[in-house]
């Protein structure tokens, strides 16, 4: 069964450029999850999506961020523009809805962005 | 809110037992999971408690009180390849995890 994919792993970009990461879930996860993770710190949610509906974005700075999972399968994250203190890993992870009270979700390795 | 702690580092001898300890704030609860992740890798799912008592896994085992709000991981007969960071996360309700700040465990021969 292959795991979650993640692209780019890395990107390095000036400050005020857009960029955008991509995933792909685990075949037959429902739920997808964006998590941002700062050097030294645990991942932080971002977003959750219950196939395609975000059902909860409270995290997401609306201002500068932007997510969308269509069909429920893949899903996009769009920075634009990226700020310095945007710079971090950013990990995708799945599960199936019972993941939820399992804990158990599988990660991506993680889109590693340097704004300059 | 919810919140956790757990210690930012731990150096223990290969061989040797460790415990990483977490404690936590939140309403809702439903379980604790840990997980590791290893330098530039992805976090990966160690174990679940729901409930009380001793999960084993292996050289792996995690405890929960759930009065104590209280969980900790301990890894036995340790190896070099156990050194990464191990995280803390909890469920509340029907909201995702929420992870601790990690503890960086080093194992020195």
């Known amino acids: 069964e292959a795991g979650v994919v993640q692209s780019p792993r890395y990107k390095i970009i000036e400050k005020k450029q857009p960029v955008a990461f991509w995933c792909n879930p685990i075949?037959?996860?429902?739920?997808l999850y964006w998590y941002r993770q700062n050097l030294g710190q645990g991942p932080e949610l971002l977003i959750r999506?219950?196939?395609?509906?975000?059902?909860?974005d409270s995290q997401l700075p609306k201002d500068r961020f932007s997510a969308e999972r269509l069909k429920g399968v893949d899903s996009t994250l769009k920075i634009q523009p990226a700020e310095l203190g945007d710079s971090a890993v950013y990990l995708c992870?799945?599960?199936?809805?019972?993941?939820?009270?399992?804990?158990?979700?599988?990660f991506g390795e993680g889109s590693r962005l340097t704004v300059l | 809110g919810q919140s956790l702690e757990q210690p930012s580092e731990v150096t223990a001898v290969e061989g040797a037992i460790v415990q990483i300890n977490c404690t936590y704030q939140t309403s809702g609860f439903y379980g604790l999971s840990w997980y590791q992740q290893h330098d530039g890798g992805a976090p990966t799912f160690l174990s679940y408690n729901g409930l009380d008592g001793l999960e084993e896994t292996g050289r792996f085992s995690s405890f929960l009180s759930r009065s104590d709000s209280y969980g900790y991981l301990l890894l036995q007969e340790l190896q070099m390849k156990d050194s990464a960071s191990y995280f803390c996360?909890?469920?509340?309700?029907?909201?995702?995890?929420?992870f601790g700040k990690g503890t960086r465990l080093s194992v020195i021969a």
């Open positions: 992870a799945s599960s199936r809805r019972q993941g939820l009270n399992t804990g158990e979700l599988f």
């Open positions: 075949s037959g996860h429902n739920t």
């Open positions: 999506y219950e196939n395609e509906e975000a059902v909860d």
């Open positions: 996360a909890v469920h509340s309700g029907n909201t995702p995890l929420v």
